[in-house]
């Protein structure tokens, strides 16, 4: 080997060994970026649809340089064409002591802060859109029948249709659950909704619920009209506010569709947002011989009866007292 080799072997072994060290000072470098501890601005980082990387960087960390910045977006650009993943806007919780790399994995998943919204069962449409605008700036009217009333979590950002989606299907599910319960024999998804609206109204606790929904189901049965109290507020107010007086016996000779005073069976749509326990008494289909009730205020109970006589004489007994 002549000397010019030599010297071409040698700067080749130098060289090569000098990419080795170039390679390893950058890898430690990256895994240094990815590994150390961030420098936040705040816990919670908040991301607008269509914000660039360089700019969710600078805003929310103190401590990385352009540089670092710059590999970052390389490196998501790496991820999101391998993994399919991309950077989600929306709000974000982060800890204290998270990394480059946390940080990402957070980001590159939908919001991991949460909405608790919680549908009061009995309530209007009017209550729930008043809750509802607390967190959608665009929503509509949800109709009585078409979710049930329960208390749900969300992720921070979610459009109305995703969320009504997620209730619908929540509620599609719960009655597939039921779908061999005898009480569709009689009744369909939409009457079910309607009992339950009423039960909503009137009872005031599960027992009472129970025994109500016994009456309802043995008046059905027997032809009876419903005679509900409930559904003649809804009559007159169609749920958009509180009667504030006494009924009248005037009221109960309105001619609406969803006065049980004067029409025979259900009324045509629900009254009001069903919760889930609810439903479940009515699957359960409680059985009595009740057929009357009325509210004692004196006891803050409703008393039942299972004949009219039986009815009157209390009925005559409490107004008496």
């Known amino acids: 080997m002549d000397l010019e080799e030599q010297t071409l072997h040698y700067y080749l072994k130098v060289f090569s060994f000098s990419l080795i060290i170039i390679f390893l000072v950058f890898f430690l470098y990256i895994v240094n970026i990815f590994s150390k501890n961030l420098s936040l601005n705040t816990n919670q980082i908040s991301i607008s649809k269509g914000e660039r990387v360089e700019q969710i960087f600078r805003s929310n960390i103190n401590n990385l340089s352009f540089l670092d910045i710059k590999i970052v977006k390389i490196y998501l650009i790496i991820n999101k064409f391998i993994n399919k993943k991309f950077i989600h806007y929306g709000e974000f ?96 998804e939409n009457e079910i909704m309607i009992i339950g609206s009423l039960l909503e109204k009137e009872g005031l606790d599960i027992i009472d619920k129970k025994n109500i929904s016994s009456v309802i189901f043995n008046r059905l049965d027997k032809k009876m009209k419903l005679q509900i109290d409930a559904t003649v507020l809804f009559a007159i107010t169609n749920g958009d506010y509180d009667l504030e007086r006494k009924l009248l016996l005037t009221d109960l000779k309105i001619d609406h569709p969803y006065n049980t005073y004067i029409n025979w069976g259900l009324p045509p749509k629900p009254i009001s947002y069903v919760g889930r326990k609810t439903l479940d008494i009515i699957f359960e289909k409680k059985e009595t011989e009740f057929l009357f009730y009325f509210f004692n205020k004196s006891l803050n109970k409703h008393i039942f009866s299972k004949t009219y006589k039986e009815h009157t004489d209390k009925l005559n007994e409490y107004r008496n007292k």
Not at 153 to 160: E, P, V
């Open 93 to 188: 919780k982060i800890n204290n002591e998270a990394s480059l790399l946390d940080l990402i994995n957070i980001i590159t998943k939908p919001s991991n802060l949460y909405d608790k919204i919680t549908i009061v069962e009995g309530w209007t449409k009017k209550q729930l859109n008043a809750e509802l605008s607390k967190y959608f700036q665009s929503f509509k009217s949800v109709p009585y029948n078409e979710i049930i009333a329960d208390t749900y979590f969300i992720q921070k950002n979610t459009d109305f249709n995703t969320f009504i989606n997620k209730l619908t299907k929540i509620k599609t599910n719960y009655f597939i659950e039921y779908r061999n319960n005898k009480i569709f024999n009689n009744f369909n």
